[in-house]
């Protein structure tokens, strides 16, 4: 068993940035790849971005590519994500996941989710 909790979000103006922070307890947080997906009202939860169990591979959606990035502290137990020239297509709840393989993008492929963290962007 692996518990997630999200943090860091917040409203922004077009443009600018926030970090989010997944912090990890329970089973050897090492042991997971971990993915961010997030999900705006009345749609679908989207992938974003996932990295390896050792944090030496990334792989992101389109649509973030060039603005966010994944990291991971090990030794920390926490996974972040740096968003960078926020839009308002950005707009939505974001959520960190755990999964044993890397570079999953649907959401049933991961075991374990944090409630999310609520990015807002205004235009």
């Known amino acids: 068993q692996v518990q997630l909790v999200e943090s860091g979000g917040g409203l922004v103006q077009a443009g600018g940035s926030l970090r989010l922070s997944c912090a990890a307890s329970g089973r050897t947080f090492s042991s997971y790849a971990m993915g961010w997906f997030h999900q705006a009202p009345g749609k679908e939860r989207d992938f974003v971005a996932a990295i390896s169990r050792s944090g030496a591979s990334t792989y992101y959606a389109e649509s973030v590519k060039g603005r966010f990035t994944i990291s991971k502290d090990n030794a920390k137990n926490t996974v972040y994500l740096q968003m960078n020239s926020l839009e308002p297509e950005d707009t939505a709840v974001y959520y960190c996941?755990?999964?044993?393989?890397?570079?999953?993008?649907?959401?049933?492929?991961?075991?374990?989710w944090g409630q999310g963290t609520q990015v807002t962007v205004s235009s």
């Open positions: 996941a755990a999964s044993r393989l890397f570079g999953l993008d649907r959401v049933g492929s991961y075991d374990y």
